[in-house]
C-alpha cells in the first residue's frame, strides 16, 4: 500500500515534535531541577516555622503544647537529610546531563533531514531509546533522591499546614465581634452557615473556644438591586450565638448532600441556653471532629494541650454567688473560668467576682 506524502510528512512532524519536548524537559529534568527546588523550598519552609510559632503565641494562641517540641526537632533534622540530598545532586546530575548530549545531536541531525521523511523517520526511531533510558534515569535519581527526605518532607507539610490553620483562626479570632476571658483561647474556627429551617440561614463563622460555643455571623447582603442583580451590597458581621460548653448536652455529626460529602453537626443545648439546639453546615472541616472537639471542650481536655498556663485567679465558679445580691433571684447559668461578672436575668443587676 503506497503511503500518502503529505501524511507522511505531518507522522514526521509531529514525531519530531515529541521528540524536542521530550529532549527540552531533558535539558531540565537532567539537571535534576526539581528536586532541588523541592530542597529549596522545604529549607525555605522550615527556617519560618519557629518565627510562624512565636507570631502566633504572640497573637494569643495558648494551645498546641506540642508544637514546641515538633518544631525544634523538625529544624534540629533536616541539615542533615539537606546536606545529603545536595551531595546526591551534585553527583548525579553531571553524568545525567553528559547522556543529554548525543540525543541533541541526534535531534539536530532529524531537524536538518526532515525534508528526506523516510530517513529523518529512520533517525527518530534510532533517537528514541537513549532518549527512553535517559528519561527512565533521571526518574530512578529523582525517586532515590527524594526518598532520603519524603518521610521528613511529609511531617514537615502536615507541622506546616497545622501552622496554617492555626494562623487563619487566630486572624478570625482578632477579627471576631466577642472580646475572649480571661484565660479563655479559640481552639477550633470553621466556616458555617447557621441551618433555622430556611429562614435567614446565617453564614459566618462557628467558634470553639475551651468556655463557649459561639456563631457570628459575616457575610455580604444586597442593600440595592437593579434587574434581580446587585448593585450595592454591605457587610453583616455580628454575634449571633454565645453558650457556655457547660450547656451543651450533646452533639451528633451529619453527612448529607446528594453523595453524603456535606458535613453537617445538630448541637443540644440545656434550658438555661439561648437556644434549645442549633443546626450548622460545616465548610472545610470534618463534623465528626467537631462532634469530638466539643465532647472533648465539655470535659476540660484542652487544659492538657496549653502551651500557656492560665494566670491564678482567675476562676471564681466556685466562690461565685449563686443569688442575686439585688433581687434574690437564683443564679441559672454557669459560671465560666474568666468570668469576671453575672448578670442577673430577671433584674438585670451585675454581680461582680472576685
Given at each position: 500500500?503506497t503511503?500518502?506524502?503529505?501524511?507522511?510528512?505531518?507522522?514526521?512532524?509531529?514525531?519530531?515534535?515529541?521528540?524536542?519536548?521530550r529532549?527540552?524537559a531533558?535539558q531540565?529534568?537532567a539537571r535534576?531541577?526539581?528536586v532541588?527546588?523541592?530542597?529549596?523550598?522545604l529549607?525555605t519552609?522550615?527556617?519560618?516555622?519557629?518565627?510562624?510559632?512565636?507570631?502566633?503565641?504572640?497573637?494569643?494562641?495558648v494551645?498546641?503544647?506540642?508544637l514546641?517540641?515538633?518544631?525544634?526537632?523538625t529544624?534540629?533534622?533536616?541539615?542533615?537529610l539537606?546536606s545529603g540530598?545536595?551531595?546526591?545532586i551534585?553527583?548525579?546530575?553531571p553524568?545525567?546531563q553528559?547522556?543529554?548530549k548525543?540525543?541533541?545531536?541526534?535531534?539536530?541531525?532529524v531537524?536538518?533531514?526532515?525534508?528526506q521523511?523516510?530517513?529523518?523517520?529512520?533517525l527518530?526511531?534510532?533517537?528514541l531509546?537513549?532518549?527512553?533510558?535517559?528519561?527512565?534515569?533521571?526518574?530512578?535519581?529523582q525517586?532515590?533522591?527524594?526518598?532520603?527526605?519524603?518521610?521528613?518532607k511529609r511531617?514537615?507539610?502536615q507541622?506546616?499546614?497545622?501552622?496554617?490553620?492555626?494562623?487563619?483562626?487566630?486572624?478570625?479570632t482578632?477579627d471576631?465581634?466577642?472580646?475572649?476571658?480571661?484565660?479563655?483561647?479559640?481552639?477550633?474556627a470553621?466556616?458555617?452557615?447557621?441551618?433555622r429551617d430556611?429562614?435567614?440561614?446565617?453564614?459566618g463563622?462557628l467558634?470553639?473556644?475551651?468556655?463557649?460555643?459561639?456563631?457570628?455571623?459575616?457575610?455580604?447582603?444586597a442593600?440595592?438591586?437593579?434587574?434581580?442583580?446587585?448593585?450595592?451590597k454591605?457587610?453583616?458581621?455580628?454575634?449571633?450565638?454565645?453558650?457556655p460548653?457547660?450547656?451543651?448536652?450533646?452533639?451528633?455529626?451529619?453527612d448529607?448532600?446528594?453523595?453524603?460529602n456535606?458535613d453537617h453537626i445538630?448541637?443540644?443545648?440545656?434550658?438555661?441556653?439561648?437556644?434549645?439546639?442549633?443546626?450548622?453546615?460545616?465548610?472545610?472541616?470534618?463534623?465528626?471532629l467537631?462532634?469530638?472537639l466539643?465532647e472533648r471542650a465539655?470535659?476540660?481536655?484542652?487544659?492538657?494541650?496549653?502551651a500557656?498556663?492560665?494566670e491564678?485567679?482567675?476562676?471564681?465558679?466556685?466562690?461565685?454567688?449563686?443569688?442575686?445580691?439585688s433581687c434574690?433571684?437564683?443564679f441559672?447559668?454557669?459560671?465560666?473560668?474568666?468570668?469576671?461578672e453575672i448578670?442577673?436575668?430577671f433584674c438585670?443587676?451585675?454581680?461582680?467576682?472576685?
Amino acid at each position: 500500500m503506497t503511503t500518502d506524502p503529505t501524511q507522511a510528512a505531518a507522522a514526521l512532524t509531529t514525531k519530531i515534535n515529541d521528540l524536542d519536548r521530550r529532549i527540552t524537559a531533558l535539558q531540565s529534568d537532567a539537571r535534576l531541577a526539581d528536586v532541588q527546588d523541592e530542597v529549596e523550598n522545604l529549607d525555605t519552609a522550615i527556617g519560618k516555622l519557629k518565627a510562624r510559632l512565636s507570631e502566633i503565641r504572640a497573637l494569643g494562641y495558648v494551645f498546641g503544647r506540642d508544637l514546641d517540641d515538633k518544631i525544634a526537632a523538625t529544624v534540629r533534622q533536616w541539615p542533615a537529610l539537606r546536606s545529603g540530598a545536595k551531595a546526591q545532586i551534585a553527583k548525579q546530575a553531571p553524568d545525567l546531563q553528559s547522556g543529554l548530549k548525543p540525543l541533541e545531536v541526534k535531534l539536530a541531525n532529524v531537524k536538518r533531514r526532515q525534508a528526506q521523511v523516510a530517513e529523518a523517520t529512520r533517525l527518530v526511531g534510532d533517537a528514541l531509546p537513549g532518549v527512553e533510558n535517559l528519561e527512565a534515569r533521571v526518574t530512578a535519581a529523582q525517586a532515590a533522591i527524594r526518598g532520603t527526605f519524603d518521610a521528613f518532607k511529609r511531617d514537615a507539610d502536615q507541622l506546616a499546614a497545622r501552622l496554617t490553620e492555626i494562623e487563619r483562626m487566630v486572624e478570625w479570632t482578632r477579627d471576631a465581634k466577642f472580646t475572649l476571658l480571661a484565660g479563655e483561647g479559640v481552639y477550633a474556627a470553621v466556616a458555617a452557615k447557621w441551618d433555622r429551617d430556611g429562614k435567614d440561614d446565617p453564614k459566618g463563622r462557628l467558634f470553639l473556644t475551651d468556655q463557649r460555643v459561639l456563631f457570628e455571623r459575616r457575610e455580604e447582603i444586597a442593600t440595592k438591586k437593579f434587574l434581580f442583580v446587585a448593585t450595592e451590597k454591605e457587610l453583616v458581621h455580628e454575634l449571633l450565638l454565645e453558650v457556655p460548653v457547660r450547656e451543651v448536652e450533646g452533639s451528633v455529626a451529619n453527612d448529607r448532600g446528594l453523595f453524603g460529602n456535606e458535613d453537617h453537626i445538630d448541637v443540644a443545648f440545656s434550658h438555661e441556653a439561648p437556644v434549645r439546639a442549633a443546626h450548622f453546615h460545616l465548610d472545610g472541616q470534618d463534623n465528626k471532629l467537631w462532634v469530638t472537639l466539643i465532647e472533648r471542650a465539655k470535659t476540660g481536655e484542652f487544659d492538657k494541650e496549653r502551651a500557656v498556663k492560665v494566670e491564678p485567679g482567675v476562676d471564681h465558679s466556685a466562690t461565685a454567688p449563686t443569688k442575686c445580691p439585688s433581687c434574690g433571684a437564683n443564679f441559672t447559668r454557669p459560671v465560666m473560668r474568666g468570668q469576671t461578672e453575672i448578670k442577673c436575668e430577671f433584674c438585670g443587676s451585675i454581680a461582680r467576682l472576685g
